[in-house]
């Protein structure tokens, strides 16, 4: 038998007591009413133990702190702490630990960002054997920030600690690293006093000790025991706040001399060697996975996969492949290649039927060999839960030529029999799904070399994913119950999008998600942690409440927030306004407005379109949303503008139903004030209908919004060790920088978007530490082409303000504007500073575009934007451009973001 006895240091309040909770059942197999209760001691000192009658080959546990019912009340930061089979088999042991905070500043650099990537312990670490002892002394610490080429090390009063010559210290060994740990002889009657401090190998000298009073502990209780543990945390060393510096660019628009009119992930190799050698830290793309829905530009979208786990196709680099130079006709493959490369933007429809023509030429040639090499089979296990509907779902789309599995007659519905009768060796359908592994195999082995290869030279690859999914995808398919597919995600109207946006995904079943404790989550989370150590989350806001619009309608302004506190029928008469559900939640359409918007087509328009009521019109049933009437057009060759007008016609409405309430209950219509409909009423309702809409968009929310962030955001944040960014942009609720403060997920600054509604641009004081700056992102347009578009007294105010310029701003904006710019973001204290490459190239006149319009990714007003950016130079270019180059890395350096500049 084992005996361990846990004691730990927590200054609790009247009433509350400390427990240990673990996967075994000496420690309540992580029930909480069952978890090893410790006891109180003296000066925060809790103390239990408990005797293991079977061995077990790792124990897993935490502390919890609970009332006086046994309800929880808090748990320590981190995941679980764990001890091997080496320490469960030492005999009696003694744990001495530290509570671990959840507000620690410290807590950030424990994400894979750091621990595998830049922290990365480079340096030499113990090399010798340890001695053998009769009874140990256990030192660990976690220490991530390690400036660079110093070692963590031990002073202390006794001779195995060097007895406080800075010359003598116990070095510690890092191969686990973050964590940092030697064993000594465990002293007799002692009482030692120690510091963790750096050791210099090159100095052969400590040279930095922690602050504050010594760390002390007694041997002299420890007598009977063969292993002393002693677990601190946190280093006592100031260290200044890490600031690092990345750029951003979607895979596809990179250009190499090996692409194939398009970005591989084989090429993110040179970008990685660019970016080290600039002194940049991180890159970040756009999401990867694969979009092949309808065989079209269309699927360019890169935030519409068919699937939120497979890979791209397009990324596919095929000379990389076995049997690429038997299967594929070199001279032809040259030729295309040579052609595409010289296109200034991605043909996404030519790169696709090319690539996979060839890649199911080699596959050909591998059909055979590669499903029984370990390496296939291993990744089958791994990914099986996705892959086999996955093939299936492509099998069937091609099939019926269609994505939309409404169509696929028997199959319109997944069962689990299908992946028997599809993926059966046997099956008329295998040669074709085993096409499909093939591809997921070979693309997940190129993704995850490039990983392995970024994390070698210390540059992040931060991913991102999106909010929602494509409505005619595997996971809509295959999980149908956990989306709402009459429903669309968007976003309500903003600077950039008067009519807001309908990004046409349907929105989340939260509730039957938290059924299995939000395992598709987790599981989407999981499987792209295995590319990437920091994730930007797409719309975060979303987690908090989603823009949702009916099926039937078009437009962002016809949505409303879910969840949400509706607004009750007898709140109307409670606040008096004059609710009529036909007057406020009908289209209110009058000649005055019908004149003013088709004049001379009028009598035409009401004749097609509308039935008359008593002065008013209503739209026939054939018009009777904007999806009827969007269908309408495209099959009808009708002017535009009546199109635009009779959608405009359906948004005159004050108010939504609300479809999730029994009782009667609604939501105001977004930016309800600029409606005919408002305007035609009296100014006391005006008045009251404002007071009421304020209080719905800016008040009643807020708590409960924070609630539902609080619940899912965890899910998101703790799946992964990966470090987690959030887009949080656009009309944003106070309870959401509070709750990504809360939980140390990264908020997203613009210049140009401040969050600050009494300044027009950002502000330093403004900015968090938890934050990523950007000059812009893929849905804005960069410097160059902000600065063209822009109205020249906003422009002015900018130049003026911001970059304290006198005299007329530039009609474009040089590269002395942007480096600028750029100077600002980096030396502003927030975490990171992340630029658009397009941006980088404005610094210089040689390597910039010609015409910054062409510069832009996406614009969000059009949801049918064509995404082909593509860069105009190659990154062998940027290599071999010693100068450029150098001066990126001076700016770096100068403002402390680089390697050098720490």
């Not at 000790?209 to 209780?221: C, D």
């Not at 068919?306 to 130079?325: E, N, R």
Request: with cysteine.
């Amino acid at each position: 038998m084992v005996s361990i006895t846990f004691e730990i240091i927590y200054h609790t309040q009247w009433g509350q007591h400390l427990k240990v909770v673990g996967n075994i059942p000496e420690l309540g197999n992580r029930d909480l009413e069952d978890a090893l209760a410790l006891e109180y001691i003296t000066d925060g000192i809790w103390r239990g133990t408990l005797t293991l009658k079977n061995l077990h080959p790792s124990v897993r546990y935490h502390y919890v702190v609970v009332g006086e019912a046994g309800e929880l009340l808090d748990r320590e930061w981190g995941e679980e702490r764990c001890f091997s089979e080496k320490i469960v088999n030492s005999g009696k042991i003694y744990l001495k630990e530290n509570w671990r905070s959840n507000h620690h500043p410290e807590n950030i650099y424990y994400k894979s960002a750091f621990t595998k990537v830049i922290f990365k312990s480079k340096n030499d670490v113990f090399q010798g054997r340890e001695a053998v002892y009769n009874r140990i002394l256990h030192f660990q610490i976690e220490v991530p920030r390690v400036p660079q080429n110093l070692q963590v090390c031990i002073l202390g009063n006794i001779k195995a600690l060097g007895n406080w010559d800075i010359r003598q210290p116990l070095v510690l060994d890092a191969k686990f690293f973050p964590r940092w740990e030697r064993r000594i002889e465990l002293p007799k009657r002692a009482i030692i006093q120690y510091k963790y401090g750096f050791f210099d190998p090159e100095k052969k000298r400590v040279v930095s000790i922690e602050e504050g009073e010594n760390r002390w502990f007694s041997t002299y209780t420890t007598q009977d025991y063969d292993l002393l543990l002693l677990r601190d945390t946190y280093i006592r060393i100031n260290i200044p706040r890490w600031r690092g510096a990345g750029l951003a660019i979607p895979v596809f628009s990179i250009r190499t001399q090996n692409s194939f009119g398009v970005g591989s992930f084989t090429d993110l190799r040179l970008l990685i060697d660019w970016a080290q050698n600039t002194g940049m830290q991180l890159i970040q793309i756009l999401p990867i996975n694969d979009t092949s829905a309808n065989g079209t530009w269309t699927d360019s979208y890169p935030y519409s996969s068919i699937s939120v786990f497979a890979l791209h196709p397009q990324y596919l680099d095929l000379s990389q492949l076995k049997g690429f130079q038997e299967a594929v006709d070199q001279d032809e493959y040259r030729e295309h290649q040579r052609r595409l490369n010289q296109m200034s933007e991605v043909d996404y429809m030519e790169v696709m039927t090319l690539k996979l023509d060839y890649a199911r030429n080699i596959f050909q040639t591998q059909k055979n060999n590669f499903p029984k090499t370990r390496a296939f089979k291993n990744f089958l296990d791994l990914n099986g839960h996705w892959l086999k509907p996955y093939a299936i779902f492509c099998v069937l789309r091609d099939k019926y030529e269609t994505p939309q599995f409404r169509a696929w007659e028997k199959y319109n519905v997944f069962t689990p029999e299908l992946i028997d009768n599809f993926c059966d060796r046997k099956s008329p359908y295998y040669s074709q799904i085993l096409f499909y592994y093939y591809l997921q195999f070979c693309l997940d082995d190129q993704l995850k070399q490039v990983t392995d290869y970024a994390r070698s030279k210390g540059v992040v690859l931060k991913g991102d994913i999106a909010i929602g999914i494509y409505r005619n995808s595997v996971d809509a398919w295959t999980k149908p119950h956990l989306f709402n597919m009459g429903m669309q995600a968007g976003a309500p109207p903003d600077p950039f999008s008067a009519l807001g946006q309908n990004w046409g995904f349907p929105t989340y079943r939260w509730d039957v998600m938290a059924e299995n404790n939000y395992t598709w989550w987790k599981n989407r989370l999981r499987n792209l942690a295995r590319y990437f150590d920091a994730m930007r989350i797409d719309h975060i806001l979303g987690f908090f409440r989603i823009w949702q619009i009916p099926f039937d309608q078009i437009q962002g302004v016809l949505g409303y927030f879910n969840p949400a506190i509706p607004i009750p029928a007898e709140e109307f008469v409670d606040r008096k306004i004059p609710f009529n559900y036909k007057r406020f939640c009908t289209p209110f359409i009058n000649d005055d407005i019908l004149n003013q918007l088709f004049t001379k087509d009028v009598k035409k328009v009401k004749n097609l379109f509308f039935i008359s009521d008593a002065g008013f019109y209503q739209f026939k049933d054939d018009f009777s949303n904007q999806r009827k009437v969007f269908e309408y057009f495209n099959k009808n060759k009708r002017t535009k503008s009546w199109r635009d007008a009779l959608l405009q016609l359906h948004a005159e409405v004050l108010f939504i139903d609300d479809p999730d309430t029994k009782e009667d209950a609604y939501h105001p219509r977004i930016d309800f004030q600029n409606t005919f409909s408002f305007k035609a009423l009296d100014p006391e309702t005006q008045e009251n209908l404002n007071d009421l809409y304020v209080d719905y968009y800016y008040r009643r929310q807020d708590s409960f919004w924070k609630e539902q962030g609080m619940i899912k955001l965890p899910v998101v944040k703790d799946a992964t060790e990966m470090l987690i960014c959030g887009e949080d942009l656009g009309m944003i609720p106070d309870c959401v920088p509070q709750v990504m403060k809360e939980l140390e997920i990264l908020t997203l600054e613009i210049q140009r978007m401040s969050k600050n509604p009494q300044t027009e641009f950002l502000q330093a004081r403004d900015i968090p530490y938890l934050s990523v700056c950007s000059t812009s992102t893929h849905d804005m347009s960069p410097i160059r082409a902000w600065w063209q578009e822009s109205d020249r007294n906003y422009l002015a105010r900018f130049y003026h303000n911001e970059l304290h310029q006198t005299g007329n701003p530039p009609e474009v904006c040089t590269s002395g504007i942007a480096e600028q710019i750029i100077a600002q973001h980096l030396h502003w204290e927030n975490m990171w500073s992340i630029f658009p490459i397009q941006d980088l190239l404005a610094l210089n006149d040689r390597l910039k575009r010609k015409d910054p319009m062409e510069e832009r990714i996406n614009i969000p007003a059009d949801p049918n934007h064509y995404w082909r950016y593509r860069m105009h130079i190659t990154i062998e270019e940027l290599m071999n451009d010693t100068e450029f180059n150098q001066e990126l890395k001076k700016l770096l350096e100068v403002s402390g973001r680089s390697e050098n500049g720490k």
